[in-house]
């Protein structure tokens, strides 16, 4: 396996943007597809030295982990482009997919995207925007974001137990069952700061964005509101909120 920064950085990709992990081999493959800069794709064709890129398989169908495809393809016009869900040949959660001489194992993972997929190489797990080394994930709300779902599939992946867990940002996390543990009593932490919230009188997510995240830089500011909004809808579903005409209050 190589790592091809797909270049494209950003506060929120990263120093070197997305991680793109390359298979050469019997099959060579690609897990998730970067922006399409032209950097990246002799990046891959280099490394390839000939050969065609075969499969790409997309963690989730965010930006920033799908948009190159059309460029790939360009490149490579008999590709197969694979995701969980949707498409023509979409993931299968159990089937054992060829990624050029090794084997992966589909991880259906949604919370961050309802589409989102690990996949297992044995004791590593490539995990798109599951984990990322040194900050927490967003969970888009309003773009189908849902925390009950991302909290298990944490617990889905840390049950395999992996060694490493190669994300979609940042470096390799090499102690994901400390991180994945930490990532859970955050939510913890956060939920209740939340009711306190709901509690003291706020009754929006920027009500509540204002009193938890003091001095949050504004670029920031509209990731905090989808994590407060995930927040909420888990507590509704959990029959410990309400909300009415955009006012959300707790149940007594």
């Known amino acids: 396996m190589i790592l091809l920064p797909a270049l494209n950085p950003s506060a929120w990709t990263g120093p070197t943007g997305n991680n793109t992990y390359l298979f050469p081999g019997r099959v060579p493959a690609l897990i998730d597809a970067g922006v399409g800069k032209p950097e990246h794709v002799e990046a891959i064709a280099r490394e390839l030295a000939g050969q065609a890129l075969a499969l790409v398989l997309l963690t989730h169908g965010h930006s ?19 995701q969980f869900g949707t498409g023509d040949d979409p993931i299968q959660p ?90 859970i009593r955050h939510r913890t932490s956060r939920e209740r700061q939340i009711v306190e919230a709901l509690q003291a009188g706020c009754a929006n997510p920027d009500e509540i964005v204002a009193r938890m995240y003091k001095g949050l830089a504004p670029a920031l500011i509209s990731a905090a509101r989808e994590n407060v909004l995930a927040h909420l809808i888990k507590l ?12 959300w209050t707790t149940v007594a």
């Open 64 to 82: 920033d982990h799908a948009s190159g495809v059309p460029t790939l393809v360009a490149r490579w016009p008999s590709l197969r482009v694979r």
């Open 94 to 183: 159990d089937e054992v997919i060829q990624a050029g001489d090794s084997t992966l194992l589909p991880i259906h993972t949604p919370g961050h995207s309802p589409d989102h997929c690990c996949f297992n190489a044995g004791d590593e797990i490539f995990c798109g925007d599951l984990a990322q080394a040194g900050n927490t994930i967003v969970i888009p709300a309003s773009r189908g974001g849902d925390l009950a779902q991302y909290l298990e599939s944490l617990r889905k992946v840390r049950a395999l137990r992996p060694r490493r867990l190669w994300p979609g940002h940042g470096p390799a996390i090499e102690h994901p069952d400390a991180l994945i543990d930490d990532y």
């Open 236 to 247: 509704k579903n959990e029959g410990l909120a309400v909300e009415s005409d955009g006012a």
